[in-house]
Each structure stands twice: as structure tokens, then as C-alpha cells.
């Protein structure tokens, strides 16, 4: 992989709030002029405030969207980032959850990021240089229980991004990366509400993460691109080799499941400590 030096133009999905605001601050302070995008236009103007006022209304699942921010970025700066980092959760056994809930699961997170993907290639491979970042998960890489459609959609898009960067380098392109992120549970909005539901509980089966912390490590990979990076290191080899045995994966499914419920309140005694609900 290449080292990529910062500056240019970076685009973000969904960084009106949570892990796309902090990338979006980190890679900010790093250098890049950042595009603030998010299905909340009026959310990605406020986050886009002290970031130098970039922002966008962006629905990933507009496929012309994705291609008009990836022009409008390349015109100001040339663009050389793009992060994928927009994405929903829900919880449940896959049949307690609608077609229409499927549906957008998998619209926003897997079809949303080869969205954004397909845009930013389009413009970069014009220019032969490039990087997309995509915000997968933990949940990329093993089965979740409770939060299986939602990591159905993250295993698509960590085969699409992997697929996809073995494909530029089949077609002699070298001068574009395509990077993973996959990070376990982070303190962001997407799981403030989830302390009382036991559905969630894979999401809290480790320490939980700092959006900053995440951030920082993104910005670093906007630096210097690797196919897959997982955080922490350790949580990645030990679900990898979860997914290595999965006759043993479902057994252990109680063990983690009570690991994860611990994992939940222990935070909300962490919250209740600082005065929070
Ligand atoms: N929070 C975690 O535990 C965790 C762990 C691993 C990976 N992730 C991934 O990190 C990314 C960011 O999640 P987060 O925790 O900050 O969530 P969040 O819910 O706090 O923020 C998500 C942002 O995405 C935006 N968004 C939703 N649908 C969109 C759409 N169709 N188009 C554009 N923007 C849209 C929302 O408006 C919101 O601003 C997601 O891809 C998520 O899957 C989160």
C-alpha cells in the first residue's frame, strides 16, 4: 500500500453526528478540506461549522448524489479521500424486522458505501490517485446475533471494498487504495439508546470505544492505507477465529450474549456515576 500524503479534498457520509463527525474533525486537523456530508443537510452545516463550512445534504442511497459531491470535491481540491462511514443499525432476529427495515439496512450501508465507492473511483481513477475509507465493523467480520441483518450488511460491504481494490490492481491501477476500518462497539448516538435492549448486546461485548479514538486511527489510514484494520487488534483475531469455527460460535452464542449485557451495565452505572440517565 502507498503512504498518502494529507491535503485535498475528503469527503464524509454521515457526519452530521457521531464516528463521521470526528473523522470528519480528524482528518480536518490533519490537513484535508473536508466535505461534511449527511442525510441531515441542516446537521452537516452545524458539524461543518468549525471544519471550514464544507457540508452537503448527501442520501447515500441517491447514486447521483454520491457522483454530483464526488465532482463538487474534486473541482474545489481534487478529491482524495472519500469515507463511507453512514450506516443504521437495527436489532432483532431477522424476523422480528419488515422487509422495509431489511430493505434499509442494507440500502444504507452496503448499496450506500458502493455508492460512495463507485462515485470517488469514477473521479479518481480519471486521475490514477485516490483513497476510500470504508467504516465497516467487528460485525464485518463475524456473525452478531441480534444484530444480523445489520452485519450481513457490513460483511457485503467488506467483500465489495476487498473485491473491488484486488480488482483495481488486476486492472494495473496502483495509485488508489481502498481501506476497512473495522472498529468494535463506540459510545455514539447509534448505541445510546441501546443500553436496555438485550438485542444489542454483541455491540457491547468489549471495552467501548471513543469516537475520537476511532477517528484518530481513520486518520491514520487516511495516511497510510491498508486493506483491513481492526480495533482493537486483538477483538479482530478473536472474532476471526470465532468465524473460523462456527459450530463453536453458535454454541458460545449465551456466553457472549451475557458478556454483552454485562458489558451494558456496566455502562449505564458508568453513566448513572457521572449524573447522566
Ligand atoms: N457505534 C458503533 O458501535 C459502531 C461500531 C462499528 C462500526 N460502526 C459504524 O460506524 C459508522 C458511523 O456510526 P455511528 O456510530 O457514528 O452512528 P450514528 O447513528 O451516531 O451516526 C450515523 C450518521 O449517519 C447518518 N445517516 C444515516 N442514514 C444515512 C443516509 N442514508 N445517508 C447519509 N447519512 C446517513 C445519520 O444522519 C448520522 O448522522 C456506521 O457505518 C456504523 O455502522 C459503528
Redesign the pocket.
Same mark, same amino acid.
Not at 472498529?183 to 463506540?186: T, V
Given at each position: 500500500m502507498s503512504s498518502v500524503p494529507a491535503g485535498g479534498s475528503a469527503v464524509v !457520509?454521515?457526519a *452530521? =453526528?457521531? &464516528?463521521?463527525l470526528a473523522i470528519a474533525a480528524a482528518l480536518h486537523a490533519d490537513g484535508w478540506r473536508v466535505l461534511v456530508t %449527511? /442525510? +441531515?443537510a441542516a446537521?452537516a452545516a452545524r458539524a461543518a461549522e468549525p471544519l471550514g463550512g464544507w457540508s452537503a445534504g &448527501? %442520501? /447515500? =442511497?441517491d447514486e447521483a448524489g454520491c457522483a454530483a459531491v464526488a465532482a463538487e470535491a474534486d473541482r474545489r481540491d481534487g478529491l482524495g479521500l472519500w469515507v463511507n462511514? *453512514?450506516? #443504521? &443499525?437495527a436489532t432483532g432476529p431477522a424476523w422480528t424486522q419488515d422487509a422495509a427495515a431489511r430493505r434499509q439496512i442494507i440500502e /444504507?450501508?452496503a448499496l450506500?458505501a458502493m455508492n460512495g465507492t463507485l462515485a470517488a473511483l469514477a473521479v479518481m481513477r480519471r486521475r490514477g490517485a485516490g483513497h476510500v475509507l470504508n /467504516?465497516v $465493523?467487528l460485525a464485518g467480520l463475524v456473525a452478531a446475533p441480534g444484530e444480523t441483518v445489520y452485519a450481513a450488511s457490513k460483511h457485503a460491504l467488506l467483500a465489495f471494498s476487498l473485491g473491488t481494490l484486488a480488482d483495481l490492481r488486476g486492472a494495473g491501477v496502483r495509485g488508489i487504495d481502498i481501506s476497512c476500518l473495522c @472498529? +468494535?462497539? #463506540?459510545w !455514539? @448516538?447509534? &448505541?445510546h439508546d441501546r443500553l436496555d435492549d438485550p438485542q444489542a448486546a454483541a $455491540?457491547f461485548t468489549g471495552a467501548l470505544l471513543r @469516537?475520537e479514538a476511532v477517528a484518530a486511527r481513520a486518520a491514520r489510514l487516511a495516511r497510510r492505507p491498508r486493506p483491513v484494520v481492526t480495533m482493537p487488534g486483538w477483538r479482530g483475531a478473536q472474532v476471526r477465529l470465532l468465524d473460523a469455527l462456527p459450530g463453536l460460535a453458535v454454541r458460545l452464542t449465551p456466553v457472549v450474549a451475557a458478556v454483552g449485557r454485562a458489558g451494558q451495565r456496566r455502562q449505564r452505572r458508568r453513566l448513572s456515576d457521572r449524573g447522566r440517565p
Open positions: !457520509t454521515g *452530521a =453526528r457521531g &464516528l463521521g %449527511d /442525510v +441531515d446537521g &448527501l %442520501d /447515500v =442511497r462511514n *453512514a450506516g #443504521i &443499525l /444504507v450501508n450506500g /467504516v $465493523s @472498529p +468494535d462497539g #463506540i !455514539t @448516538p447509534m &448505541l $455491540s @469516537p
